[in-house]
């Protein structure tokens, strides 16, 4: 993906996740493996108002030379990419329901087999550190291992995967887990699949739709 064409897909997908309600204003952001570092959102830019040029290009170290600032939490997609080699980008957003089980700071059991869709059988809920910082991005690579998906306490919801689309996909699929169990809780106690069935659906999953993009 060449630098137009990957800002241009960012653009499009914020504008889309503000669209499917995965976010609101100037909430959210999103990021791109590209070189060495990274295309990211910029701060406080709402999607509507997203050019593919407004997207800041940012090094290894957290360098840039934009005349916008990237996002706030450009710290925690700076150090998932680095984190994870396989992964390719990083979604962030508040999701109404995702969002909250992170201000109950509660996980996602395995409720539904499309928790598979995240690598494991839960969705970690990291605790509540200020937006920003260097304690928030430590808590999101540490919920965030061996998964492609967790919840920031009190905050919101991390999708990643090698690619946009991929990660995107997971981004709206927890929203629909999360939004499920919520509804199930209100009916009854919820039936959960235990970790080997999840880990069998896990691998049945590889080849499965954006699973293998």
Request: charged share 20%; net charge negative; glycine share 8%.
């Amino acid at each position: 993906m060449d630098d137009q064409v990957a800002r241009s897909a960012i653009v499009a997908a914020m504008r889309r996740m503000v669209a499917e309600g995965l976010s609101q204003g100037t909430s959210g952001n999103i990021s791109v493996r590209f070189g060495d570092g990274l295309l990211i959102t910029p701060s406080g830019i709402p999607a509507e108002q997203l050019e593919p040029e407004d997207i800041v290009a940012l090094d290894a170290e957290g360098g840039f030379a934009h005349r916008l600032k990237p996002s706030s939490e450009w710290r925690f997609h700076r150090d998932i990419l680095a984190a994870r080699p396989e992964i390719g980008a990083v979604v962030h957003a508040h999701p109404p329901h995702a969002t909250a089980f992170a201000i109950c700071h509660r996980e996602i059991p395995a409720a539904h087999y499309m928790i598979a869709a995240a690598g494991g059988p839960t969705i970690r809920c990291a605790p509540y550190a200020p937006y920003g910082t260097e304690a928030l991005s430590r808590l999101a690579v540490e919920a965030l291992d061996d998964r492609l998906a967790c919840l920031l306490g009190n905050h919101g919801l991390i999708a990643i995967g090698p690619s946009l689309d991929r990660a995107f996909w997971i981004a709206t699929e927890v929203e629909a887990l999360a939004h499920q169990y919520s509804l199930a809780l209100r009916i009854g106690t919820p039936v959960l699949l235990d970790d080997d069935e999840i880990a069998r659906t896990v691998i049945r999953f590889k080849g499965y739709g954006l699973q293998s993009k």
